[in-house]
């Protein structure tokens, strides 16, 4: 039986925190509010786009302001290609392994398909993920399960053989509501006992530790 990883984007294979506080706070800026401190924004990475600048505006999802700060973040971050954003140490070695073991592997994050396939281009090409999907019109956002589910259906998997690995609450909660095996990570944007409160049993404080949960 096939074996199917799907990893989370942010804080899980990469880290994007750098350019998402950089171009958040330009984005506030633009809009004629104060910069907000690196944490409170890493607090809200989960989250879509426009659920991130209702947050940080304190405005609702469907206004204006929320809608033209989205648009001009975008914009932003797609045109800079996401200059401060690397990959965790050991993720290259990872899914090196992965796929030397037969394993399918995805990405599904609730980032923008565009901002996505950006930083996609420019550190992952190499590394032949089966599939990349990111948020766009008729993709369920996390926590909701159907991409996973799609996704064990393209590749003839079960749940038993299909593994999740993120770091943040979504991801956990979209893992719990698929039945899917859920590896945890540590090293991204979520504590060990944060996830463990949303439901998450099994960590990996590296992405070297990811493969114990999978190939052993």
Do not use: H, W
């Not at 944490?39 to 302001?65: H, M, P, W, Y």
């Not at 996609?120 to 090409?125: E, V």
């Not at 609450?169 to 944007?189: E, M, P, Q």
């Amino acid at each position: 039986m096939n074996k199917l990883v799907i990893f989370d984007f942010d804080g899980t294979l990469c880290d994007t925190l750098p350019d998402i506080v950089y171009f958040a706070n330009q984005t506030l800026k633009n809009a004629g509010y104060e910069a907000k401190p690196s944490q409170q924004i890493r607090d809200t990475v989960c989250l879509s786009i426009a659920e991130i600048f209702s947050l940080l505006t304190g405005e609702k999802q469907n206004s204006q302001i929320v809608k033209d700060a989205v648009a001009y973040y975008q914009k932003s971050i797609k045109e800079s290609k996401s200059p401060r954003t690397v990959l965790y140490d050991g993720i290259s070695e990872l899914l090196a392994s992965l796929k030397q073991n037969g394993c399918k592997i995805a990405i599904l994050t609730n980032k923008a398909q565009d901002e996505m396939q950006v930083i996609y281009d420019r550190l992952f090409s190499e590394y032949a993920f089966d599939e990349a999907i990111g948020l766009r019109q008729g993709i369920a956002i996390k926590p909701d399960p159907t991409e996973i589910f799609n996704l064990m259906k393209k590749f003839g998997v079960d749940k038993e053989n299909t593994y999740f690995v993120g770091d943040g609450d979504t991801d956990v909660l979209a893992a719990l509501n698929a039945g899917v095996n859920l590896i945890a990570v540590t090293y991204g944007y979520r504590d060990k006992d944060y996830l463990q409160k949303l439901g998450a049993r099994n960590f990996a404080n590296t992405p070297s530790e990811i493969l114990k949960y999978i190939l052993d």
